[in-house]
């Protein structure tokens, strides 16, 4: 199947400084790409859609100059999450649409990274 | 506004035996799809199943198989012969169908489920 890779796994840093998330699709191209954030013992919350060559939509309550994201290629998106701070602590899992074929039609199948901790101090 | 509902916070069950875990969903959109989404302790989503709402047949995939009520807009799961690997947590999502691709999923709060031996 499909991979999709998130780099780094896990991330430490200090309150003031950004950090940049990379998402990559290592066997496919993908157009479009997603960004989440999960909380512990919660569901996701999806952040952004990242498409390529093309400005983030970013959903509702997402401040977009707090969390940049960056598709410039078919197969890596990034997000850097700017000034972090402490609440910004967190796992953030990216996801990449790859063309599937279904019975009456194609869909787009979401392909998830393994995800990245942030831990801000 | 599309929303997905997991009610059941937490589940057990014993190895070897069958869980329904359950999910309903609102949406007036008529082309979408549904999915069964498994997060294991690694934290790596795992896609467990698909149903194409246009479809009345349920899914199935070896021990995973799906009751699609689309009237009711209910779609569950269920696991036979339960195993321990299956411990993690179980995420219901739908997604519509429109311009010739499937949009954002929309989750629901996750059900997670211990397989006990």
């Known amino acids: 199947g499909a991979v999709v890779s998130q780099h780094p796994s896990w991330v430490i840093c200090k309150s003031g400084t950004s950090v940049k998330i990379e998402c990559r699709s290592l066997?496919?191209?993908?157009?479009?790409m997603f960004w989440y954030r999960q909380f512990p013992k919660q569901s996701l919350m999806l952040m952004a859609t990242s498409n390529e060559g093309s400005k983030a939509t970013y959903e509702q309550g997402v401040e977009k100059d707090k969390f940049l994201i960056n598709h410039a290629s078919l197969t890596l998106s990034t997000l850097t999450v700017t000034s972090a701070h402490p609440e910004d602590s967190s796992f953030y899992i990216c996801?990449?649409?790859?063309?599937?074929?279904?019975?009456?039609?194609?869909?787009?199948?979401?392909?998830f990274g393994p995800g990245t901790r942030l831990t801000v101090l | 506004a599309q929303t997905v509902t997991q009610s059941q916070p937490e589940m057990s069950v014993q190895e070897a035996e069958t869980v329904t875990l359950s999910c309903t969903y609102d949406?007036?959109?008529?082309?979408?799809?549904l999915f069964w989404y498994k997060q294991p302790p690694s934290r790596q989503m795992i896609l467990v199943i698909r149903?194409?709402?246009?479809?009345?047949q349920n899914a199935t995939e070896n021990r995973f198989s799906v009751n699609f009520q689309k009237a009711a807009k209910s779609f569950s799961l269920k696991i036979s012969d339960s195993q321990l690997g299956d411990t993690a947590m179980y995420f219901c999502?739908?997604?519509?169908?429109?311009?010739?691709?499937?949009?954002?999923?929309?989750f629901g709060t996750g059900t997670l489920l211990a397989v006990q031996p």
């Open positions: 999502a739908f997604a519509w169908y429109y311009g010739g691709a499937t949009n954002k999923l929309i």
């Open positions: 149903q194409e709402a246009y479809k009345q």
């Open positions: 066997d496919f191209q993908a157009t479009t």
């Open positions: 996801s990449a649409n790859h063309v599937a074929s279904g019975s009456r039609h194609s869909y787009n199948e979401q392909f």
């Open positions: 949406t007036s959109e008529s082309n979408y799809y």
